[in-house]
C-alpha cells in the first residue's frame, strides 16, 4: 500500500510548494549540483563565451550564479507575461542581463534572433535551462525539448526541469483507494507519452516513489533518440539527472550536445564518477533527499562527515527528523549533499 500522498516532502508538506523560491532546500541544492556539474563540463569546453538562456522569474537568481560562476557575459532571461519583463528590467542586477519578451518555444523557433537581441553572436553556444513551471502538459515540454535539441549546436548546455508529480496527472477523490488512483495515474500518463511510454510500463511501475520520474526520464531518452539517432555527427550526451520533490515532485535533465567523436573526451575531463548527481547513462537518476535542520543539528552532523554513517548519525541525533521517512534515509542524503546545503540567515538591509 502506497504511503498517503499528502504526507509530504522531506521539506515539509504540501504548501511547501508555494514558498519562496529562495527558501526551497532541495531546489537550491538541485540548482548548486547543476553548477557543480556545469564547472565540470568547463574542464572539457570554457563557457565564458556561452550565452545562458533561462526563465529568470523576478529575481534572476541563476543568470547571476551562472555570471558568477563562469564569467558568462551574455545573460537572457525569457518571460511572456509583460508585468514580469517589466519588473526583472527593475530588478536586473547586472547590465549584461537582458530581459526578453519571449517564450520557450520562441527561442526554439527564432534562436539566432534572440541571442543577437541579448547581445551575443547568433552563432553562440547556449547554456540553456528550461525550468518549466507552467500547466502544460508534459507531452508538450518533451516535443520543446525535442525541437530545442533538434535546432541546438554542438557544444551547447541544455537543462530542462519538468513537474513529475503524480498529483499533475490525477488528484485523489475522496474515499478512492490508492490502486484505483494509480491505475487513473497510469492512464493519464500513457495518454500523455504515447509512443514514448516505456515498453513494458505497467500501473505497478508507479508504486515506487520515483515511478513517474523514471517513466517521463525514459520519455526524454527517447525524444534525444528521435533527434538524434540518423545524425551521424551529434549526439546529446546525458550529464546530470536529478529528481527533489519541495511539495511536487520534480525532474531535471541536464546534459550537452556534442560531436560523437568527443564523448570520451568530455566524461574523462569531467570525472562525474566523484559529482552528486552526476550521471554515467540515462539509468542514473538521483534522488535528491535531504532533512530540514537546525543550526547546531547540522553542525554536529559536520563534524561527523564522512567518518560517520547514516545509522551512526542518526543514533548520535537520537530522534527522528520526518513523520513519515526514515531518519537514516535522510542523513544519507545530508552525508552526500552537506556541502551544497542552504544554510539561510536573516539580516537587516
Known sequence: MKADENAGSSSGYAGA?????????????DRRLF????????????????AYVGLGSFAMEDHKLVNASFGT?????????????????????LSCITATQHSTDDFVLSRAAILKEGGASPEANVIAWFDMTDAQPVSVYLDTFA????????????????????????RKREDEKYE???????????????????RGATPQDLDDDLGIARLILHAFELATDEVFHLDARRIFEPLSLTTYADGH???????????????????????LENVPGGAGDWEALTNIQIPQLTVWEKLSLDRRIPAADAAELAAMLNFRLHETIETTTLLSGYSTFHRFYPNFRHFVL
Do not use: W
Open 17 to 29: 510548494f508555494g514558498i519562496n523560491y529562495a527558501l526551497r532546500p532541495h531546489k537550491f541544492v
Open 35 to 50: 553548477m557543480e556539474v556545469l564547472s565540470r563540463f568547463s574542464n572539457f569546453l570554457p563557457l565564458q563565451n556561452h
Open 73 to 93: 557575459q551574455v545573460l537572457i532571461s525569457l518571460e511572456v507575461e509583460p508585468d514580469v519583463v517589466a519588473r526583472q528590467r527593475f530588478n536586473a542586477p
Open 147 to 170: 525541437s530545442l535539441l533538434r535546432e541546438g549546436e554542438i557544444g551547447d548546455f541544455i537543462r530542462f526541469t519538468v513537474d513529475v508529480d503524480g498529483k499533475t496527472l490525477a
Open 180 to 198: 484505483v488512483l494509480r491505475n487513473r495515474r497510469f492512464d493519464k500518463l500513457r495518454e500523455l507519452l504515447g509512443t514514448r511510454l516505456k
Open 249 to 271: 515532485r520534480m525532474l531535471s535533465v541536464s546534459g550537452s550536445i556534442l560531436g560523437r567523436d568527443t564523448v570520451q573526451e568530455c566524461r574523462a575531463r569531467m570525472h
